[in-house]
């Protein structure tokens, strides 16, 4: 049998050496996540791999050979890259991002990383979509902006309230100061709310929303929650219909929150309406809410988003609304884990109904961080 | 006497700095919102301005700009309020004669509203 020069002496040879490297390289460059470029001087594509060619929206490669990189960004981002690539090609390696416009109108945002001269007059672009993180940052910025806003407009009630205070103390107006005081109380427990909400999407986001299971009378928590309610808006006459009749195994503070924010958006979302409808009843082994006011309603489009995190209803009808954002959110959370569902029926300028469905006995979902009284045989 | 508008839509918040500025000697009235806030300027003429950035109808700055375009009411001073930290540039922008972050000292409005109204 022949043997190879490689199997001779030891060493593959330099012909099969470079063929390896190449089959190396080239898997490389088909199979890496990130995009990779090949562009001349110009800023041409010479080649790509399959990431880039995702990145720039083509289904063919031939497609981008020979365009120019400055024809494929939008018109912000055209002025930049032009700049930008000699540059590059002059100085070396160069970071930075552009928006791509793919041809079927859409635009990513990329982040780019560039070697001058790998080869001669060649340029190695590396690129990576960030369009999500991008979102979920500007996401993540406008919601501060709401969250400072929500938390200051309370504390701003609380300054002039305190100032009030020192006023009617100097003048010994008794009445007055205890006035304030239950305004300043009541501005303190609805910042209360706030940070609770915000401590709640965080758990919620790192799965970690704690739950306490144990036996209670719905019946009489939704009574409770209704009277709480009804006593500090008087616009809305709240009626409640139906009864459970039994008791419901589950978070009683956790249901109660859902309750309390569905009744409290029929209130908000129908500023013209004067009562909201609370229809209560038993399914079998599962209870059903149903919570229907006479507002603004919600549309097809809206429908669809109005369980995402930091969703608030449209500001064209009632401007503007207050409120992070993040109720329904929590409370859809809240009622999936208890092995629940929540959705809504709604017509918009007629109004909305929120309904969910929890099991009498929730089944505890394991993922879930859950503490159980120990007195409870489930 | 000196009349000062208030342009807010935070009743509660209104209700305090009403008594607050009455009890320092001013008339006070209020609009809770932003549409009807022009054609209230117009027909009362304050003496100066409080106004929300963050109003139903209208934005405070869109307010502010109506009232700096328009000859016999640019001269009234306006200070904008708001809980938006970004807002002071747009109110100035707006032409807002002066900007106050909520919330907020009395004692720092009251010496804006003296710095600003006309003797």
Excluded: C
């Excluded at chain 1, 009843?281 to 489009?301: C, L, N, P, Y």
């Excluded at chain 2, 009743?11 to 209020?30: A, C, M, N, R, W």
């Amino acid at each position: 049998m022949k043997k190879n020069n490689s199997e001779k002496n030891g060493r593959p040879d330099k012909n099969e050496a470079l063929r390896i490297n190449e089959k190396k390289f080239k898997s490389i460059f088909r199979n890496a996540s990130d995009g990779i470029v090949v562009a001349d001087n110009e800023g041409r594509i010479v080649d790509l791999n399959t990431a880039a060619r995702t990145i720039f929206g083509a289904s063919e490669k031939k497609d981008l050979i020979h365009r120019r990189l400055t024809d494929m960004v939008t018109q912000e981002s055209a002025a930049s890259v032009h700049k930008k690539w000699y540059k590059i090609v002059a100085t070396g390696m160069k970071q930075g991002e552009f928006e791509v416009n793919r041809t079927d109108g859409s635009n990513r945002i990329v982040e780019y990383k560039a070697t001058a001269n790998f080869m001669p007059n060649r340029h190695l672009l590396l690129l990576r979509d960030i369009t999500e993180r991008k979102i979920e940052e500007r996401r993540q910025m406008h919601f501060l902006g709401i969250a400072s806003h929500e938390l200051k407009t309370p504390l701003a009630s609380i300054k002039a309230y305190t100032q009030l205070l020192k006023k009617y103390l100097r003048e010994g107006g008794q009445a007055k100061v205890e006035e304030y005081l239950a305004k300043v109380d009541d501005k303190t427990d609805k910042l209360t709310t706030l940070i609770n909400d915000l401590l709640d999407i965080t758990r919620i986001k790192q799965g970690k929303l704690e739950f306490f299971y144990e036996l209670f009378d719905f019946d009489e928590l939704l009574t409770d929650v209704i009277d709480e309610i009804q006593t500090a808006k008087t616009t809305h006459k709240i009626i409640a219909k139906g009864k459970i009749g039994k008791n419901l195994l589950g978070d009683k503070n956790r249901i109660a929150q859902v309750i309390a924010n569905v009744i409290r958006n029929a209130v908000k979302y129908s500023p013209h309406a004067n009562q909201v409808m609370v229809n209560v009843e038993r399914d079998g082994e599962m209870i059903a809410v149903a919570v229907q006011d006479f507002g603004i309603g919600i549309s097809e489009k809206e429908k669809k988003r109005i369980f995402e995190l930091y969703y608030r209803g449209t500001r064209r009808t009632i401007n503007p609304i207050s409120g992070l954002g993040v109720g329904l959110y929590i409370a859809n959370e809240i009622v999936k884990q208890h092995g629940g569902k929540m959705w809504v029926d709604s017509t918009r300028a007629k109004g909305s109904t929120f309904h969910f469905r929890i099991p009498l006995r929730a089944n505890i979902r394991r993922k879930t961080k859950t503490l159980i009284r120990k007195d409870l045989h489930v | 006497m000196k009349t000062v508008l208030l342009v807010d839509d935070d009743q509660d918040f209104v209700e305090s700095l009403t008594i607050l500025l009455q009890d320092q000697g001013y008339k006070t009235h209020t609009i809770y919102d932003g549409k009807s806030a022009y054609v209230e300027v117009k027909k009362t003429k304050p003496d100066l301005i409080i106004l929300d950035s963050r109003l139903p109808g209208e934005p405070g700055e869109w307010v502010a700009r109506r009232l700096k375009k328009s000859k016999e009411l640019s001269r009234i001073p306006i200070i904008m309020v708001s809980a938006h930290n970004g807002s002071r540039k747009n109110a100035i922008g707006a032409g807002a004669d002066a900007f106050l972050a909520k919330p907020f000292a009395i004692d720092e409005l009251l010496t804006l509203i003296e710095k600003h109204l006309p003797n």
